[in-house]
C-alpha cells in the first residue's frame, strides 16, 4: 500500500489545480456572459443609475473595472474562504451551505437507491440473460435513458397529482421540500418531508437504476464469457460461485470507475429535477442565479461542481491504485507497450 | 472499410429501425405542417382546450392555438439543432483528436489539458452559465454552445485510436515516402476512424437534442418568438394537469426521437463490435 500513497497525493495535488482552473473558468465565463445590472434595472421602481451603480461596484461586479481587476478581488476572497456576496445581499457561502444540503436531502437517497437496484438489476438480468424478465428490463431501461430528466419529473409530478385525485388524500407532495405553514409534531413534519421526498427520489432513482443495470450486466455478460470463467464451469465449480466470485467481483471496479465519472450527468439531471419540483437546491439556485445575472453565486455554484465531480474521482483513483499496481507509476516510468 | 462490415449493419435489425424512424420524424417535422390547415399562430375561437379531435389532432392550447403546429414548429427546430450540434462536436472532436495525436509535444499536451479542464466541469453548467450570450442572437449560437460541451471525450478517443494507428507500418511507410501530415491525416488515420465518428455522431444527436429541450425548458435555449420542443413542453407543462395533450404529444415526439438516435449509436455499435457484450455467444 505505501507506493498508493505517492500516487493518491500525485493525483490530489492535480484534482485541487483543476479545481482552481475550472472554478476560475467558471468566474471569468459568467462574469464575460452574465449582465448583473439587469436584475436591478428591472425591479419596480426602477433605482436611479447611481444607486445601481454604487450596488454593482460593493459587490465587485461593476463592468466599467476590468475583468482581470474583478477577477482578481474575487479570487483572493476565495482563498480567504469568502465567496462574495449574491445580488440581493447575502453571503454567497453561507446560502451555498443552505442549498448544498438540501441538494444532498434529494440526491444521496436517489443515488443510493438507483445505484443498489440498478446493479442488482444488472446481475439478475444478466444470469437470466435472454428471460423474460432480463428483455422487459433492458427495454424499460433504454426508454428510461430516453426520456429527459424534466419530462420524466413531470411525468412523475402528473401522476402524483393523479393518485392524490383518484385517492381523495395527500399522499405525495410535489412541490417544495415540505408544506409551508404546516404545524404539527416533529413526527409529522417527518412525515410531510418524506411525502414531498418520494416523488423527486423517485425521479433521480429511476434515472440511475436504468443506467447502472445497463452498464453492470453489459460488464457482467462480458466477464462471463471470459476463460477463467468457462474453466470454473468446466472444473464443476457451482453456478453461484462462479457468478460471485468469478464474474460478478472483478466487475465491481468498473462498475465503481463508472458511477465515479457519472456526477457530472447526475448534477445536470438534479438540477432540472429541482427545478420541476420546486426543490430549493443548488441546481435551481444556478438556474435562478443566471437569470438574475448573479454573478458570485454563479461562480461559487461552478466552484463547488468541480470539487464534487473531481472528489468523486478519488475513490475510484485510490481503488484502481490499490488493484493495479501499473497505475501507480508517473507516466515517465510505466512501460510502453 | 470492408464490404463485410457494413453488409452486417445493414442487416442489424436495430440501426435500420432506428434510421427509418428518424427520417419518418424528419418527413413529420417538414412536411406535416401542411396536411393540416391551422398554423402555429393562428388561433381557434370554437376551441379552447380542446383535447384531440379529427379538426385539430393534437388538441388544442387554452388560448386556442393548434397543438400539432406548434408541437411540429418546435421539433423541426430541434431536430436542426441536434444534428448540426452533433456533427459539430462529433467533427471537432475528430479534428482536435486527429491533430492532437498526430503531432504529438507541446501541442498534444495543451489541447489535451484543455479537455481535462473542461471535463472537470459538468458540460451543462458551461452551456448554462454562457446561455444569456443568446439573448436577441441567432439559435446557431445554441447550435456552437452545444457542440462545445460536446465534443471532449471523443477528442480523447480519437486521440488514443491514433496514436496506436500511426506506429504502423503503412503510416509509417507513407511517412518515409514523404507524404504530409495532413495527406497522412486525411488518407490513413480518418478512413480508420470512420465507425467510431459515425457512431459518435448519432449518439451526439441524442446528446443534442436532450442539452437543447433541458435548456429550452428551463427558459434559456432557444428564445421566444422562435420555438422548440422544449419551449413547447415547457408551456404545455404549466397546463398538463387539465390539458395533458399540451405536454404528452410534444413529450412522446422527443423520446421517440433520442429512442430512435440511441438505436442507431448503439446498434451500429454492437453490429460493427464484434466483441461487443450484444454478441457473446
Known amino acids: ?275 420541476v419540483f420546486g426543490w430549493h437546491g443548488m441546481g435551481e439556485w444556478l438556474v435562478d442565479s443566471i437569470a438574475r445575472g448573479d454573478v458570485n453565486a454563479v461562480a461559487a455554484i461552478g466552484c463547488c461542481a468541480a470539487v464534487l465531480v473531481l472528489t468523486a474521482r478519488l475513490p475510484a483513483d485510490l481503488l484502481a491504485a490499490a488493484l493495479d499496481p501499473r497505475v501507480r507509476l508517473p507516466p515517465h516510468e510505466r512501460m510502453s507497450t | 472499410m470492408s464490404g463485410g462490415r457494413w453488409r452486417r449493419v445493414a442487416g442489424a435489425p436495430a440501426p435500420a429501425t432506428g434510421l427509418v424512424v428518424m427520417f419518418a420524424l424528419f418527413v413529420l417535422a417538414f412536411a406535416g405542417p401542411r396536411l393540416r390547415p391551422w398554423r402555429y399562430d393562428e388561433v381557434d375561437f370554437t376551441a379552447f382546450g380542446a383535447p384531440p379531435s379529427a379538426e385539430h389532432w393534437f388538441g388544442t392550447t387554452q388560448d386556442g392555438r393548434d397543438v400539432y403546429a406548434l408541437t411540429l414548429r418546435g421539433m423541426r427546430r430541434s431536430l436542426v439543432i441536434g444534428l448540426l450540434a452533433a456533427l459539430g462536436a462529433t467533427g471537432a472532436a475528430a479534428l482536435v483528436g486527429i491533430v492532437a495525436g498526430l503531432l504529438g509535444g507541446r501541442l498534444d499536451r495543451l489541447l489535451m489539458w484543455v479537455v481535462d479542464l473542461l471535463l472537470a466541469l459538468p458540460t451543462f453548467l458551461i452551456i448554462l452559465i454562457a446561455a444569456p450570450l443568446l439573448r436577441g442572437r441567432s439559435w446557431l449560437l445554441l447550435v456552437v454552445l452545444i457542440a462545445a460541451a460536446l465534443w471532449m471525450i471523443t477528442a480523447r478517443i480519437v486521440r488514443a485510436v491514433t496514436l496506436s494507428l500511426e506506429r504502423r507500418e503503412y503510416v509509417v511507410a507513407a511517412r518515409l515516402m514523404g507524404a504530409s501530415p495532413f495527406a497522412i491525416m486525411c488518407r490513413h488515420i480518418a478512413p480508420h476512424l470512420a465507425a467510431l465518428l459515425i457512431i459518435d455522431a448519432a449518439l451526439n444527436v441524442g446528446a443534442a437534442v436532450t442539452a437543447e429541450a433541458g435548456l429550452s425548458y428551463l427558459g434559456l435555449g432557444v428564445q421566444p418568438p422562435d420555438s422548440s420542443l422544449g419551449t413547447v413542453l415547457a408551456e404545455g407543462a404549466q397546463s398538463a394537469a387539465g390539458y395533458p395533450w399540451t405536454f404528452g404529444f410534444a413529450a412522446g415526439l422527443l423520446v421517440l426521437t433520442l429512442l430512435a438516435a440511441h438505436l442507431i449509436g448503439d446498434g451500429l455499435c454492437d453490429a460493427l463490435d464484434p466483441t461487443s457484450a450484444g454478441r457473446v455467444r
Open chain 1, 1 to 275: 500500500m505505501a507506493a498508493v500513497l505517492p500516487f493518491l497525493l500525485r493525483r490530489a495535488a492535480g484534482h485541487l489545480l483543476l479545481v482552481a482552473l475550472a472554478a476560475s473558468l467558471c468566474y471569468l465565463l459568467a462574469a464575460a456572459c452574465l449582465r448583473p445590472g439587469a436584475d436591478f434595472e428591472a425591479r419596480h421602481p426602477r433605482p436611479p443609475q447611481q444607486v445601481i451603480d454604487a450596488e454593482l461596484s460593493r459587490l465587485g461586479l461593476a463592468a466599467d473595472r476590468p475583468l482581470a481587476a474583478r477577477y482578481a478581488r474575487w479570487a483572493a476572497g476565495v482563498v480567504r474562504g469568502d465567496f462574495g456576496r449574491t445580488a440581493d445581499d447575502r453571503a454567497v457561502a453561507a446560502e451555498l451551505g443552505r442549498r448544498c444540503r438540501a441538494s444532498a436531502r434529494l440526491l444521496l437517497p436517489g443515488t443510493v437507491i438507483g445505484a443498489v437496484l440498478g446493479v442488482a438489476l444488472g446481475v439478475r438480468g444478466a444470469a437470466r440473460r435472454h428471460g423474460p424478465g432480463d428483455r422487459l428490463g433492458t427495454v424499460a431501461a433504454v426508454a428510461v435513458l430516453a426520456i429527459p430528466a424534466f419530462v420524466l419529473a413531470t411525468l412523475l409530478q402528473l401522476g402524483a397529482q393523479w393518485i392524490n385525485t383518484a385517492t381523495g388524500m395527500r399522499i405525495f407532495g410535489y412541490v417544495g421540500e415540505y408544506t409551508p405553514g404546516e404545524s404539527g409534531g416533529a413526527l409529522a413534519g417527518l412525515g410531510d418531508r418524506l411525502r414531498h421526498l418520494a416523488v423527486p427520489t423517485m425521479t433521480i432513482a429511476l434515472g440511475q437504476i436504468a443506467l447502472y443495470s445497463r452498464y453492470q450486466r453489459t460488464m457482467l455478460l462480458d466477464a462471463l464469457a471470459a476463460g477463467h470463467v468457462r474453466a470454473a464451469r468446466a472444473r464443476g465449480v457451482p453456478g453461484g460461485t462462479v457468478l460471485r466470485k468469478y464474474a460478478l467481483r472483478p466487475t465491481l471496479i468498473p462498475v465503481a470507475t463508472f458511477a465515479a465519472y457519472q456526477a457530472g450527468p447526475l448534477l445536470t439531471g438534479m438540477t432540472l429535477t429541482e427545478k
